[in-house]
């Protein structure tokens, strides 16, 4: 599985896009981009994945560049809840979820 | 919100002493998985079972064993607990592991060992 960049921590305020950024300069052809978050003390939560195309759902957009080296998730209108680490994970077809430290994003008033 | 519980939620124990998390699911997943969360390390996969008697280890299965009987019902066993398994363990359960296919976890359960 590829291995993920992604920076430590971000701030947003509240009602702003919240954009974040990864990169998976080694990804293969056939892996996906997956991301989940974590709430405090809370499980994991899936947000979204993509192969190749822009993905949206009712929680963020995925926006992957055309050579899938790095990939952005969108939180268009962020809120106070959606404070929380972001994981970024690319995933073939095994059976590992391989966490990185992720992103500590901070929504502010 | 998929249907996955585990128990105990909190857990004190002394060294030595054996533990088993219990992990439920009611979504029929064929996929069950165990991870524990260290500060500074993310989750680790502990082991996975794909399906009834089917079990694998992850990167961290030193210490502790599974067993999974019934699809819905994956246990995770300390046999002799020590300080280094402090730790929060999630479960998790997907339908396969293939792309695509995403894991849903339950709340965790936050084990100290004294």
């Known amino acids: 599985d590829a291995k993920t960049t992604q920076p430590t921590s971000m701030d947003c305020a509240e009602g702003r896009a919240a954009n974040l950024p990864c990169n998976h300069s080694?990804?293969?052809?056939?892996?996906?981009v997956y991301w989940y978050r974590q709430i405090h003390s809370q499980g994991p939560q899936y947000i979204i994945h993509?192969?190749?195309n822009n993905e949206t759902n009712e929680m963020a957009s995925l926006i992957i560049t055309e050579d899938r080296k790095s990939s952005t998730l969108i939180l268009p209108h962020a809120t106070l809840r959606d404070t929380a680490v972001y994981y970024c994970i690319t995933k073939y077809n095994t059976d590992k979820l391989i966490f990185g430290t992720g992103t500590r994003l901070q929504v502010f008033p | 919100d998929a249907g996955i519980t585990q128990s105990p939620r909190h857990k004190v124990t002394e060294t030595g002493t054996p533990v088993t998390l219990r992990c439920h699911q009611t979504?029929?997943?064929?996929?069950m998985y165990w991870y524990r969360q260290d500060p500074g390390h993310g989750l680790r996969l502990i082991h996975y079972s794909y399906g009834v008697k089917d079990t694998d280890k992850g990167e961290v299965s030193d210490g502790y064993s599974v067993s999974r009987s019934k699809t819905e019902d994956f246990l995770l066993t300390l046999e002799s607990a020590t300080s280094s398994q402090t730790s929060v363990y999630f479960c998790?359960?997907?339908?396969?592991?293939?792309?695509?296919?995403?894991?849903?976890f339950g709340p965790g359960t936050r084990l100290t060992v004294l």
């Open positions: 998790a359960i997907s339908e396969s592991p293939g792309g695509g296919n995403e894991q849903f």
């Open positions: 080694t990804i293969s052809g056939n892996e996906y």
């Open positions: 979504e029929n997943h064929r996929y």
């Open positions: 993509g192969l190749k």
